[in-house]
């Protein structure tokens, strides 16, 4: 093997394969999903203002309470995206693959602490999200995955730290964002998973 092949290898993407891989991209791309949406957005609303919004003390509070408070419908958006790619092949365990989802946030959430401003009960809350998501989603054919933001994008537009005056016309653009990186977080996965073997690990 030639060293330019080696470090290909290298630095090409370890494939999905178990349930915590799996635990691995679900709490990471939720994370890159929220953030990135929101710091594009914040950045083409202030422009050239962004950086001096950036050493306001008031804007970064107001910045991490939107992070944090988003972050479960991002969460929710991501694992509905992959249960949607292992559904059809747990034929007749749907219930069980919902469990299993549940169980990996329940490990995910439980290792956070509480966001500042939240109530005592809002990891609990952020479970029941995903729970009542995954129900709903078991109740029809799987979304494609620009429609999978459109359930909570309302609710994140509305926690951007952006004076409402000012983002009032703005929720067509930032819902469409949201689609734009679960789409691209979604090809990822896709080329990633080893379905088959994710599959098996989960419903063990």
């Not at 500042?116 to 494609?144: E, I, R």
Request: charged letters at 25%; glycine letters at 4%; a neutral charge.
């Amino acid at each position: 093997m030639s060293i330019f092949s080696a470090m290909k290898d290298l630095f090409r993407p370890q494939p999905l394969a178990s349930r915590a891989q799996l635990k691995d991209f679900l709490e990471s791309r939720a994370a890159y999903l929220v953030q990135k949406s929101m710091m594009e957005y914040c950045q083409a609303r202030a422009n050239m203002l962004f950086s001096t919004l950036l050493g306001e003390a008031d804007f970064r509070a107001a910045y991490e309470h939107a992070r944090w408070h988003a972050y479960p419908f991002a969460y929710a958006m991501v694992t509905e995206m992959a249960e949607g790619l292992l559904r059809p092949l747990c034929a007749g365990r749907t219930l069980d693959l919902h469990a299993a989802f549940l169980g990996i946030a329940r490990e995910i959430f439980g290792a956070f602490p509480l966001p500042p401003q939240a109530d005592a009960d809002f990891w609990q809350t952020a479970l029941d999200t995903l729970d009542h998501d995954l129900g709903q989603a078991g109740l029809g054919p799987v979304k494609s995955w620009r429609e999978i933001p459109d359930r909570h994008a309302r609710r994140i537009f509305a926690l951007l730290p952006i004076h409402d005056r000012l983002k009032s016309r703005d929720f067509s653009m930032f819902q469409n964002n949201l689609r734009f990186h679960l789409t691209e977080i979604g090809a990822e996965f896709e080329e990633r998973a080893d379905l088959q073997r994710l599959a098996r690990d989960l419903l063990h």
